[in-house]
Protein backbone atom coordinates (compact mmCIF):
# COMPACT_ATOMS: atom_id res chain seq x y z
CA UNK A 1 0.00 0.00 0.00
CA UNK A 2 1.09 3.37 -0.83
CA UNK A 3 2.01 6.05 1.34
CA UNK A 4 -0.91 8.83 0.11
CA UNK A 5 -3.47 5.80 0.53
CA UNK A 6 -2.19 4.21 3.72
CA UNK A 7 -2.33 7.95 5.77
CA UNK A 8 -5.72 8.65 3.98
CA UNK A 9 -6.77 5.27 5.43
CA UNK A 10 -5.67 5.67 8.62
CA UNK A 11 -7.25 9.14 8.43
CA UNK A 12 -10.57 7.54 8.07
CA UNK A 13 -9.42 4.60 10.82
CA UNK A 14 -9.07 7.31 13.45
CA UNK A 15 -12.45 9.32 12.90
CA UNK A 16 -14.43 6.41 12.51
CA UNK A 17 -12.67 5.24 15.89
CA UNK A 18 -13.37 8.82 17.87
CA UNK A 19 -16.63 8.66 16.20
CA UNK A 20 -17.35 5.45 17.93
CA UNK A 21 -18.75 3.68 15.02
CA UNK A 22 -17.13 0.57 15.63
CA UNK A 23 -18.32 0.40 19.31
CA UNK A 24 -20.32 -2.94 20.30
CA UNK A 25 -19.47 -4.18 16.72
CA UNK A 26 -17.68 -7.39 15.56
CA UNK A 27 -15.67 -6.06 12.45
CA UNK A 28 -14.54 -7.98 9.07
CA UNK A 29 -12.35 -6.94 6.80
CA UNK A 30 -13.07 -7.76 3.05
CA UNK A 31 -10.79 -8.80 0.52
CA UNK A 32 -7.36 -9.83 1.81
CA UNK A 33 -4.49 -7.82 -0.15
CA UNK A 34 -1.68 -5.70 0.98
CA UNK A 35 -3.99 -2.92 1.77
CA UNK A 36 -6.25 -5.43 4.03
CA UNK A 37 -3.19 -6.49 6.06
CA UNK A 38 -2.30 -2.84 6.86
CA UNK A 39 -5.56 -2.39 7.86
CA UNK A 40 -5.89 -5.10 10.21
CA UNK A 41 -2.64 -4.11 11.36
CA UNK A 42 -3.80 -0.37 12.17
CA UNK A 43 -6.74 -1.88 13.64
CA UNK A 44 -4.60 -4.45 16.53
CA UNK A 45 -2.88 -0.91 17.43
CA UNK A 46 -6.46 0.49 18.38
CA UNK A 47 -7.09 -2.30 19.98
CA UNK A 48 -9.49 -3.75 17.74
CA UNK A 49 -9.74 -6.81 16.95
CA UNK A 50 -10.54 -8.34 13.20
CA UNK A 51 -13.09 -11.63 13.29
CA UNK A 52 -12.72 -12.26 9.89
CA UNK A 53 -11.15 -11.25 6.43
CA UNK A 54 -13.85 -12.20 4.10
CA UNK A 55 -12.36 -13.21 0.48
CA UNK A 56 -14.01 -14.84 -2.46
CA UNK A 57 -11.07 -16.72 -3.21
CA UNK A 58 -11.93 -19.86 -2.12
CA UNK A 59 -7.88 -21.36 -1.96
CA UNK A 60 -7.33 -18.72 0.95
CA UNK A 61 -10.28 -19.76 3.01
CA UNK A 62 -8.93 -21.65 5.72
CA UNK A 63 -5.52 -19.39 5.89
CA UNK A 64 -4.66 -17.42 8.15
CA UNK A 65 -3.73 -13.32 8.64
CA UNK A 66 -1.95 -13.76 11.95
CA UNK A 67 -4.63 -15.29 13.88
CA UNK A 68 -7.77 -14.02 11.80
CA UNK A 69 -9.25 -16.45 9.66
CA UNK A 70 -9.66 -15.67 5.95
CA UNK A 71 -13.39 -17.08 5.35
CA UNK A 72 -16.05 -17.28 2.23
CA UNK A 73 -18.42 -14.03 2.18
CA UNK A 74 -21.33 -15.62 3.14
CA UNK A 75 -19.68 -16.33 6.72
CA UNK A 76 -20.74 -12.34 7.60
CA UNK A 77 -24.83 -13.62 7.68
CA UNK A 78 -24.23 -15.93 10.79
CA UNK A 79 -24.08 -12.26 12.49
CA UNK A 80 -27.67 -10.79 13.99
CA UNK A 81 -28.77 -7.41 12.56
CA UNK A 82 -27.18 -4.86 13.90
CA UNK A 83 -23.92 -6.53 15.34
CA UNK A 84 -21.24 -6.07 12.67
CA UNK A 85 -19.82 -3.99 10.33
CA UNK A 86 -17.53 -4.61 7.20
CA UNK A 87 -14.60 -2.13 6.57
CA UNK A 88 -12.86 -1.97 2.99
CA UNK A 89 -9.35 -1.00 1.72
CA UNK A 90 -9.84 -2.02 -1.84
CA UNK A 91 -10.22 -0.84 -5.33
CA UNK A 92 -13.56 -2.95 -6.05
CA UNK A 93 -15.54 -1.46 -3.43
CA UNK A 94 -18.50 -0.50 -5.36
CA UNK A 95 -18.38 -4.09 -6.69
CA UNK A 96 -17.55 -5.84 -3.24
CA UNK A 97 -20.33 -3.62 -1.20
CA UNK A 98 -22.61 -4.18 -4.06
CA UNK A 99 -22.07 -8.49 -3.69
CA UNK A 100 -22.69 -7.95 0.43
CA UNK A 101 -25.86 -6.09 -0.29
CA UNK A 102 -26.98 -8.87 -2.95
CA UNK A 103 -26.12 -11.49 -0.38
CA UNK A 104 -28.57 -9.73 2.59
CA UNK A 105 -26.10 -8.75 4.33
CA UNK A 106 -27.77 -5.31 5.80
CA UNK A 107 -25.26 -3.58 8.21
CA UNK A 108 -22.77 -1.25 7.77
CA UNK A 109 -19.90 -1.14 4.94
CA UNK A 110 -17.22 1.47 5.19
CA UNK A 111 -14.76 2.32 2.60
CA UNK A 112 -11.95 3.13 4.09
CA UNK A 113 -9.78 3.98 1.64
CA UNK A 114 -10.63 6.11 -1.62
CA UNK A 115 -8.40 3.61 -4.58
CA UNK A 116 -10.91 4.36 -7.12
CA UNK A 117 -12.83 7.46 -7.84
CA UNK A 118 -14.26 6.55 -11.39
CA UNK A 119 -16.62 3.67 -9.88
CA UNK A 120 -19.72 4.90 -7.47
CA UNK A 121 -22.86 2.48 -8.34
CA UNK A 122 -25.58 5.25 -8.17
CA UNK A 123 -27.47 6.79 -10.57
CA UNK A 124 -28.80 9.04 -7.87
CA UNK A 125 -28.96 13.05 -9.13
CA UNK A 126 -26.67 13.81 -6.16
CA UNK A 127 -24.06 11.48 -7.36
CA UNK A 128 -24.34 12.69 -10.97
CA UNK A 129 -23.55 16.36 -10.14
CA UNK A 130 -20.76 15.29 -7.74
CA UNK A 131 -19.10 13.53 -10.70
CA UNK A 132 -19.72 15.88 -13.52
CA UNK A 133 -18.09 18.81 -11.43
CA UNK A 134 -14.84 16.43 -10.87
CA UNK A 135 -15.37 15.86 -14.72
CA UNK A 136 -15.52 19.69 -14.94
CA UNK A 137 -12.55 19.63 -13.23
CA UNK A 138 -10.48 17.20 -15.62
CA UNK A 139 -11.58 19.06 -18.39
CA UNK A 140 -9.68 22.07 -17.37
CA UNK A 141 -7.06 20.22 -16.12
CA UNK A 142 -6.68 18.84 -19.57
CA UNK A 143 -7.31 21.87 -21.66
CA UNK A 144 -4.21 23.31 -19.59
CA UNK A 145 -2.09 20.40 -20.37
CA UNK A 146 -3.01 20.24 -23.91
CA UNK A 147 -2.28 24.00 -24.00
CA UNK A 148 0.99 23.36 -22.71
CA UNK A 149 2.19 20.94 -24.77
CA UNK A 150 0.10 21.57 -28.13
CA UNK A 151 0.96 19.37 -31.01
CA UNK A 152 2.41 16.82 -28.29
CA UNK A 153 0.64 13.17 -27.80
CA UNK A 154 -0.32 12.77 -24.18
CA UNK A 155 0.89 9.33 -22.69
CA UNK A 156 -1.13 9.00 -18.93
CA UNK A 157 0.17 6.21 -16.62
CA UNK A 158 -2.68 5.83 -14.08
CA UNK A 159 -1.60 4.42 -11.23
CA UNK A 160 1.88 4.98 -8.92
CA UNK A 161 3.39 1.24 -9.84
CA UNK A 162 6.91 0.77 -11.27
CA UNK A 163 6.19 -2.35 -13.16
CA UNK A 164 3.04 -0.98 -15.08
CA UNK A 165 5.85 2.14 -15.95
CA UNK A 166 8.36 0.04 -16.78
CA UNK A 167 5.78 -2.07 -19.06
CA UNK A 168 4.17 0.70 -20.55
CA UNK A 169 7.72 2.73 -21.76
CA UNK A 170 8.90 -0.88 -23.21
CA UNK A 171 6.78 -0.50 -25.64
CA UNK A 172 5.73 3.42 -26.52
CA UNK A 173 8.28 3.98 -28.96
CA UNK A 174 7.08 1.35 -30.99
CA UNK A 175 3.03 3.05 -30.56
CA UNK A 176 4.48 6.47 -31.65
CA UNK A 177 6.61 5.36 -34.29
CA UNK A 178 3.53 3.28 -35.99
CA UNK A 179 0.84 6.00 -35.46
CA UNK A 180 3.58 9.07 -36.54
CA UNK A 181 4.06 10.83 -33.18
CA UNK A 182 7.06 12.40 -33.25
CA UNK A 183 6.76 13.74 -29.45
CA UNK A 184 4.80 13.13 -26.28
CA UNK A 185 4.42 13.68 -22.56
CA UNK A 186 4.30 11.30 -20.12
CA UNK A 187 2.28 11.70 -17.21
CA UNK A 188 2.38 9.61 -13.90
CA UNK A 189 1.91 9.77 -10.60
CA UNK A 190 4.52 10.57 -8.09
CA UNK A 191 8.46 11.05 -8.22
CA UNK A 192 9.00 7.58 -8.62
CA UNK A 193 7.53 6.62 -11.42
CA UNK A 194 8.85 9.91 -13.40
CA UNK A 195 12.13 7.66 -12.69
CA UNK A 196 11.23 5.12 -14.38
CA UNK A 197 10.29 7.02 -16.98
CA UNK A 198 13.82 8.89 -17.28
CA UNK A 199 15.38 5.29 -17.73
CA UNK A 200 14.18 5.13 -20.80
CA UNK A 201 15.00 8.59 -22.68
CA UNK A 202 14.29 12.21 -22.57
CA UNK A 203 11.05 12.62 -22.14
CA UNK A 204 8.88 14.86 -20.71
CA UNK A 205 7.40 14.41 -17.88
CA UNK A 206 3.90 15.65 -16.17
CA UNK A 207 4.04 14.08 -12.57
CA UNK A 208 -0.18 14.18 -11.07
CA UNK A 209 -1.38 13.44 -7.94
CA UNK A 210 -3.68 10.44 -7.80
CA UNK A 211 -6.99 12.62 -7.40
CA UNK A 212 -5.66 15.03 -10.49
CA UNK A 213 -4.70 12.14 -12.74
CA UNK A 214 -8.27 10.57 -12.37
CA UNK A 215 -10.17 13.34 -13.47
CA UNK A 216 -7.73 14.30 -16.28
CA UNK A 217 -8.43 11.00 -17.18
CA UNK A 218 -12.34 10.92 -17.23
CA UNK A 219 -11.87 14.09 -19.17
CA UNK A 220 -9.53 12.18 -21.58
CA UNK A 221 -12.73 9.44 -21.89
CA UNK A 222 -15.27 11.94 -22.28
CA UNK A 223 -13.77 13.91 -24.95
CA UNK A 224 -12.26 10.82 -26.63
CA UNK A 225 -9.47 12.75 -27.24
CA UNK A 226 -7.17 11.60 -30.30
CA UNK A 227 -4.43 13.38 -28.91
CA UNK A 228 -4.14 11.29 -25.11
CA UNK A 229 -3.48 7.86 -24.81
CA UNK A 230 -4.02 5.63 -21.54
CA UNK A 231 -1.14 3.33 -21.37
CA UNK A 232 -2.46 0.93 -18.57
CA UNK A 233 -3.82 -2.53 -18.78
CA UNK A 234 -6.77 -2.45 -16.41
CA UNK A 235 -7.60 1.25 -15.45
CA UNK A 236 -9.78 3.29 -15.92
CA UNK A 237 -13.09 1.13 -16.15
CA UNK A 238 -13.06 1.27 -19.81
CA UNK A 239 -10.33 -0.70 -20.53
CA UNK A 240 -11.90 -3.96 -20.81
CA UNK A 241 -8.43 -5.81 -21.40
CA UNK A 242 -8.36 -8.11 -18.11
CA UNK A 243 -11.54 -9.63 -18.93
CA UNK A 244 -9.75 -12.15 -21.85
CA UNK A 245 -8.40 -13.44 -18.44
CA UNK A 246 -11.10 -14.95 -17.41
CA UNK A 247 -10.33 -17.27 -20.18
CA UNK A 248 -6.73 -17.68 -21.07
CA UNK A 249 -3.68 -16.73 -19.04
CA UNK A 250 -1.78 -13.58 -20.90
CA UNK A 251 1.34 -12.74 -19.08
CA UNK A 252 1.55 -8.91 -17.76
CA UNK A 253 3.95 -8.21 -20.99
CA UNK A 254 2.32 -9.67 -23.54
CA UNK A 255 -1.14 -7.67 -21.60
CA UNK A 256 1.25 -4.27 -22.61
CA UNK A 257 2.62 -5.42 -25.62
CA UNK A 258 -0.50 -6.61 -27.50
CA UNK A 259 -3.55 -5.31 -25.88
CA UNK A 260 -2.27 -2.27 -24.36
CA UNK A 261 -0.22 -1.05 -27.52
CA UNK A 262 -1.76 -3.54 -30.17
CA UNK A 263 1.39 -4.19 -31.24
CA UNK A 264 2.65 -7.76 -32.80
CA UNK A 265 3.56 -9.89 -29.79
CA UNK A 266 6.88 -10.72 -30.88
CA UNK A 267 7.91 -7.48 -30.42
CA UNK A 268 10.79 -6.73 -28.45
CA UNK A 269 10.80 -4.23 -25.35
CA UNK A 270 12.87 -1.56 -24.76
CA UNK A 271 14.91 -2.05 -22.20
CA UNK A 272 16.17 1.09 -19.52
CA UNK A 273 19.26 2.28 -20.10
CA UNK A 274 19.95 5.34 -18.21
CA UNK A 275 21.20 4.43 -15.15
CA UNK A 276 23.25 6.45 -12.94
CA UNK A 277 26.22 5.16 -10.70
CA UNK A 278 25.50 4.62 -7.11
CA UNK A 279 28.16 6.41 -4.95
CA UNK A 280 28.65 4.25 -2.11
CA UNK A 281 29.94 0.80 -3.84
CA UNK A 282 32.86 0.75 -1.96
CA UNK A 283 30.68 -0.09 0.66
CA UNK A 284 29.17 -2.99 -0.91
CA UNK A 285 31.54 -6.46 -1.67
CA UNK A 286 31.56 -6.75 -5.15
CA UNK A 287 30.16 -10.14 -5.98
CA UNK A 288 29.48 -11.24 -2.49
CA UNK A 289 27.11 -9.38 -1.41
CA UNK A 290 23.14 -9.80 -1.74
CA UNK A 291 20.39 -6.77 -1.84
CA UNK A 292 17.82 -7.88 0.03
CA UNK A 293 14.05 -6.27 -1.14
CA UNK A 294 11.11 -7.53 1.35
CA UNK A 295 8.54 -5.19 0.87
CA UNK A 296 6.42 -4.09 -2.07
CA UNK A 297 3.06 -1.75 -1.48
CA UNK A 298 0.82 -4.23 -3.37
CA UNK A 299 1.99 -7.45 -2.31
CA UNK A 300 0.87 -9.40 0.48
CA UNK A 301 4.50 -9.65 2.55
CA UNK A 302 6.11 -13.15 2.94
CA UNK A 303 6.64 -14.38 6.41
CA UNK A 304 9.63 -13.09 8.15
CA UNK A 305 11.32 -16.73 8.44
CA UNK A 306 11.53 -16.54 4.85
CA UNK A 307 13.98 -13.57 5.03
CA UNK A 308 15.39 -14.85 7.76
CA UNK A 309 16.51 -18.16 6.27
CA UNK A 310 17.75 -16.30 3.05
CA UNK A 311 19.78 -13.93 5.19
CA UNK A 312 21.52 -16.98 7.25
CA UNK A 313 22.11 -18.99 4.62
CA UNK A 314 23.99 -15.99 2.78
CA UNK A 315 25.82 -15.07 5.65
CA UNK A 316 27.25 -18.60 6.58
CA UNK A 317 28.60 -18.38 2.89
CA UNK A 318 30.27 -15.51 3.58
CA UNK A 319 28.02 -12.85 1.86
CA UNK A 320 27.14 -9.33 2.68
CA UNK A 321 23.51 -9.09 2.99
CA UNK A 322 21.55 -5.87 2.62
CA UNK A 323 18.07 -4.31 2.60
CA UNK A 324 16.66 -1.97 -0.17
CA UNK A 325 14.19 0.23 2.21
CA UNK A 326 12.90 3.26 1.82
CA UNK A 327 11.53 5.55 4.30
CA UNK A 328 11.04 4.23 7.95
CA UNK A 329 11.23 0.80 6.35
CA UNK A 330 13.56 -1.31 8.88
CA UNK A 331 16.27 -3.44 7.39
CA UNK A 332 16.36 -6.83 8.06
CA UNK A 333 17.77 -8.52 11.05
CA UNK A 334 21.52 -9.29 10.13
CA UNK A 335 21.43 -7.52 7.39
CA UNK A 336 22.80 -3.19 6.59
CA UNK A 337 20.46 -0.80 4.88
CA UNK A 338 20.87 0.64 1.66
CA UNK A 339 18.46 3.65 -0.59
CA UNK A 340 19.66 3.46 -3.92
CA UNK A 341 17.69 6.11 -5.68
CA UNK A 342 15.88 4.08 -8.78
CA UNK A 343 18.45 4.94 -11.54
CA UNK A 344 20.87 3.66 -9.14
CA UNK A 345 19.50 0.36 -7.89
CA UNK A 346 20.36 -1.63 -11.65
CA UNK A 347 24.28 -0.28 -11.01
CA UNK A 348 24.20 -1.30 -7.64
CA UNK A 349 22.64 -4.84 -7.49
CA UNK A 350 24.90 -5.85 -10.48
CA UNK A 351 27.86 -4.99 -8.25
CA UNK A 352 26.45 -7.03 -5.65
CA UNK A 353 26.13 -9.71 -7.43
CA UNK A 354 22.79 -11.27 -5.96
CA UNK A 355 19.14 -9.60 -5.95
CA UNK A 356 16.56 -11.72 -4.04
CA UNK A 357 12.77 -9.64 -3.89
CA UNK A 358 9.62 -10.22 -3.28
CA UNK A 359 7.98 -9.89 -6.76
CA UNK A 360 7.08 -6.13 -7.19
CA UNK A 361 7.35 -3.49 -9.72
CA UNK A 362 11.29 -3.08 -8.82
CA UNK A 363 11.95 -6.33 -9.92
CA UNK A 364 10.98 -4.76 -13.18
CA UNK A 365 13.05 -2.17 -13.19
CA UNK A 366 15.51 -4.76 -12.62
CA UNK A 367 14.56 -7.17 -15.15
CA UNK A 368 17.55 -7.10 -17.46
CA UNK A 369 20.50 -6.78 -14.31
CA UNK A 370 23.70 -8.48 -15.06
CA UNK A 371 22.98 -10.38 -11.94
CA UNK A 372 21.88 -13.56 -9.63
CA UNK A 373 18.26 -12.41 -9.71
CA UNK A 374 15.66 -13.83 -7.88
CA UNK A 375 12.10 -12.90 -7.15
CA UNK A 376 9.73 -14.32 -4.73
CA UNK A 377 6.37 -14.91 -4.76
CA UNK A 378 3.45 -14.99 -2.36
CA UNK A 379 1.02 -17.98 -3.47
CA UNK A 380 -1.78 -16.32 -3.93
CA UNK A 381 -3.89 -15.41 -7.47
CA UNK A 382 -3.86 -12.60 -9.62
CA UNK A 383 -7.06 -10.40 -9.06
CA UNK A 384 -10.44 -12.37 -9.52
CA UNK A 385 -8.59 -14.91 -11.99
CA UNK A 386 -7.56 -18.46 -11.65
CA UNK A 387 -3.87 -17.86 -12.46
CA UNK A 388 -1.26 -17.21 -10.39
CA UNK A 389 0.59 -14.19 -9.75
CA UNK A 390 3.77 -16.41 -10.86
CA UNK A 391 1.93 -17.33 -14.37
CA UNK A 392 1.25 -13.13 -14.83
CA UNK A 393 4.63 -11.64 -13.85
CA UNK A 394 6.85 -14.40 -13.99
CA UNK A 395 10.49 -12.94 -15.46
CA UNK A 396 12.65 -14.28 -17.88
CA UNK A 397 16.44 -14.79 -17.08
CA UNK A 398 15.63 -14.96 -13.02
CA UNK A 399 15.13 -17.58 -10.92
CA UNK A 400 11.15 -17.32 -10.24
CA UNK A 401 9.99 -19.08 -6.76
CA UNK A 402 6.94 -19.27 -5.79
CA UNK A 403 6.57 -18.92 -1.56
CA UNK A 404 4.44 -21.67 0.41
CA UNK A 405 3.90 -22.06 3.86
CA UNK A 406 6.10 -24.85 3.58
CA UNK A 407 8.62 -23.14 1.88
CA UNK A 408 12.93 -23.86 2.59
CA UNK A 409 15.36 -21.58 0.77
CA UNK A 410 17.54 -24.11 -0.78
CA UNK A 411 19.98 -23.31 -3.31
CA UNK A 412 22.86 -25.97 -4.43
CA UNK B 1 -34.61 11.01 -24.64
CA UNK B 2 -35.05 13.17 -21.47
CA UNK B 3 -32.45 12.83 -18.91
CA UNK B 4 -35.12 11.65 -16.49
CA UNK B 5 -36.12 9.13 -18.33
CA UNK B 6 -32.46 8.38 -19.63
CA UNK B 7 -31.88 7.35 -15.89
CA UNK B 8 -34.81 5.74 -15.33
CA UNK B 9 -34.63 3.10 -18.02
CA UNK B 10 -30.96 2.73 -16.62
CA UNK B 11 -32.07 2.11 -13.20
CA UNK B 12 -34.61 -0.22 -14.43
CA UNK B 13 -31.53 -2.02 -16.75
CA UNK B 14 -29.53 -2.22 -13.64
CA UNK B 15 -32.15 -3.77 -11.71
CA UNK B 16 -33.53 -6.15 -14.55
CA UNK B 17 -30.42 -7.69 -16.33
CA UNK B 18 -27.02 -8.71 -15.09
CA UNK B 19 -25.50 -7.59 -18.32
CA UNK B 20 -26.19 -4.37 -20.52
CA UNK B 21 -24.00 -4.27 -23.57
CA UNK B 22 -23.90 -0.73 -25.03
CA UNK B 23 -22.71 -1.23 -28.55
CA UNK B 24 -21.28 1.90 -30.24
CA UNK B 25 -21.63 2.06 -34.31
CA UNK B 26 -17.67 2.40 -35.14
CA UNK B 27 -16.81 -1.06 -34.59
CA UNK B 28 -15.70 -2.91 -37.36
CA UNK B 29 -15.20 -6.19 -35.91
CA UNK B 30 -18.26 -6.04 -33.96
CA UNK B 31 -20.87 -7.39 -36.01
CA UNK B 32 -18.07 -10.83 -36.25
CA UNK B 33 -18.30 -10.51 -32.12
CA UNK B 34 -22.05 -11.24 -31.81
CA UNK B 35 -22.81 -13.22 -35.22
CA UNK B 36 -20.96 -15.88 -33.46
CA UNK B 37 -22.24 -15.13 -30.32
CA UNK B 38 -23.75 -18.70 -28.81
CA UNK B 39 -26.24 -19.67 -26.29
CA UNK B 40 -23.85 -20.44 -23.85
CA UNK B 41 -24.25 -17.35 -22.14
CA UNK B 42 -26.44 -17.64 -18.82
CA UNK B 43 -26.24 -14.00 -17.77
CA UNK B 44 -29.23 -12.39 -18.16
CA UNK B 45 -28.22 -9.23 -21.09
CA UNK B 46 -29.75 -6.62 -22.90
CA UNK B 47 -28.01 -5.02 -26.00
CA UNK B 48 -28.42 -1.52 -26.66
CA UNK B 49 -27.46 -0.33 -29.91
CA UNK B 50 -28.35 2.25 -32.76
CA UNK B 51 -31.23 1.54 -34.61
CA UNK B 52 -29.35 0.78 -37.63
CA UNK B 53 -27.76 -2.27 -36.09
CA UNK B 54 -31.25 -3.74 -36.02
CA UNK B 55 -29.75 -6.63 -37.90
CA UNK B 56 -27.47 -7.84 -34.84
CA UNK B 57 -29.90 -8.64 -32.52
CA UNK B 58 -29.64 -12.31 -31.53
CA UNK B 59 -32.01 -14.99 -30.09
CA UNK B 60 -32.30 -15.38 -26.23
CA UNK B 61 -30.88 -11.31 -25.76
CA UNK B 62 -32.93 -8.57 -25.17
CA UNK B 63 -32.30 -5.87 -27.60
CA UNK B 64 -32.96 -2.00 -27.35
CA UNK B 65 -32.70 0.23 -30.28
CA UNK B 66 -31.38 3.96 -29.36
CA UNK B 67 -31.76 6.93 -31.83
CA UNK B 68 -28.45 8.74 -32.20
CA UNK B 69 -29.30 11.11 -29.46
CA UNK B 70 -30.04 8.93 -26.65
CA UNK B 71 -26.39 6.81 -27.44
CA UNK B 72 -24.75 9.84 -27.33
CA UNK B 73 -26.63 10.53 -23.95
CA UNK B 74 -26.01 6.79 -22.43
CA UNK B 75 -22.16 7.62 -23.81
CA UNK B 76 -21.89 10.73 -22.32
CA UNK B 77 -23.03 9.12 -18.57
CA UNK B 78 -20.66 6.12 -18.66
CA UNK B 79 -18.20 8.37 -19.65
CA UNK B 80 -18.63 10.74 -16.80
CA UNK B 81 -17.92 7.88 -13.87
CA UNK B 82 -18.63 3.78 -13.42
CA UNK B 83 -22.47 3.74 -12.54
CA UNK B 84 -23.02 0.05 -12.85
CA UNK B 85 -20.36 -2.45 -12.70
CA UNK B 86 -23.33 -4.30 -15.10
CA UNK B 87 -22.96 -1.83 -17.68
CA UNK B 88 -20.71 -2.35 -20.43
CA UNK B 89 -19.09 -0.16 -23.59
CA UNK B 90 -18.17 -2.18 -26.63
CA UNK B 91 -15.94 0.44 -28.61
CA UNK B 92 -12.61 0.47 -30.19
CA UNK B 93 -10.74 2.44 -27.49
CA UNK B 94 -8.74 4.34 -29.73
CA UNK B 95 -7.06 6.18 -27.05
CA UNK B 96 -6.79 3.13 -24.61
CA UNK B 97 -6.32 -0.76 -24.65
CA UNK B 98 -8.97 -3.36 -25.73
CA UNK B 99 -9.60 -6.64 -26.04
CA UNK B 100 -10.12 -6.44 -29.40
CA UNK B 101 -6.16 -5.86 -29.51
CA UNK B 102 -5.57 -9.87 -28.29
CA UNK B 103 -8.09 -10.63 -31.45
CA UNK B 104 -6.07 -8.77 -33.89
CA UNK B 105 -2.78 -9.57 -32.83
CA UNK B 106 -3.82 -13.40 -32.45
CA UNK B 107 -3.62 -14.05 -28.45
CA UNK B 108 -7.27 -14.44 -28.89
CA UNK B 109 -10.19 -15.79 -31.04
CA UNK B 110 -13.15 -13.81 -32.12
CA UNK B 111 -15.14 -16.48 -30.34
CA UNK B 112 -13.19 -15.93 -27.40
CA UNK B 113 -12.99 -11.88 -27.16
CA UNK B 114 -16.78 -12.34 -27.54
CA UNK B 115 -16.84 -15.31 -24.79
CA UNK B 116 -14.82 -12.55 -22.56
CA UNK B 117 -16.81 -9.72 -22.34
CA UNK B 118 -20.06 -11.80 -22.09
CA UNK B 119 -18.95 -13.30 -18.97
Not at chain 1, 92 to 97: D, F, K, R
Not at chain 1, 227 to 247: C, E, G, M, T, W
Request: aromatic share 12%; net charge neutral; with cysteine.
Amino acid sequence: MDKVHYKEMCENLENMFQSGVFAGRKIYLFGHCNATEALSDALMEKGIRVCAILDNNEEKHGKFYHDIPITAPREILQETSGSSAVCIAARAYEAMAQQLRSMGYTDRIYKMVEYDSFAEYSLSEETIKRKRERLERGLARHNNLSEKYSGYMKIFCPFNALGDICFAMSYLPYFLARHGIAECVVCVIGQACAQVVGLFGDYPTEIFSQKEMDETIQAVIYTEDKNSFIAHQDRPYVVNLHKALYIKCIPLEQIYCCGVFGLPKETKPYKPTLWKPYADLDKIPKGKSVILSPYAKSVTALSNNVWEQIVEYYIERGYKCFTNVAGDEKPLPGTLPVSPKLAQVQPLAEHAGTFIGIRSGLCDVLRYAACKKTALYPDYNYCDTKWKAIDMYALEGWENIVVKDDFLWKKN
Amino acid sequence: MEKQELIRDMQDMIQGYDRILFLRCDLPKINGLFSRYSDKQIKKSVLLLPKEKVGICLNGMDCTLLDTESGDAIRKLYHTYEFSNKFTMLSAGSNFGTILNYVNTGLLSLEAAASALLD
